[in-house]
């Protein structure tokens, strides 16, 4: 059972991962250009407006924060189940051991 659970798990992130990578990396990348910009004194309007999810005619900024925190929340969770599963699993001993 804890092994279909566990194949359930690895399906359901290697879905999910491949959908949540563009999304998460330009949250990533626009959130720390706009901090370094605004360290300088610069003002990127734009580059925070895409930071919240406004892509000029797609308007997502009222759940695309959510939508990130969602995917995020269950690519941890996926993940941290996968690692502490392979924890779990008694290595093999080799001939060399």
């Known amino acids: 059972m804890t092994n279909n659970k566990s194949l359930q798990f690895r399906k359901f992130h290697r879905a999910i991962a491949p959908i949540m990578a563009l999304p998460l990396l330009i949250s990533a990348i626009t959130g720390s ?6 360290l300088s004194g610069k003002e ?47 290595r093999r001993r080799t001939e060399e051991d």
Request: net charge positive.
């Open 44 to 90: 990127v309007k734009w580059l925070l407006e895409v930071h919240k999810g406004n892509f000029g005619l797609l308007k997502l900024e009222t759940i695309y924060p959510f939508l990130n925190a969602l995917g995020l929340l269950a690519l941890l969770a996926t993940g941290t189940s996968m690692l502490l599963q392979t924890r779990r699993t008694p």
């Open 33 to 38: 250009i706009y901090q370094i910009t605004d």
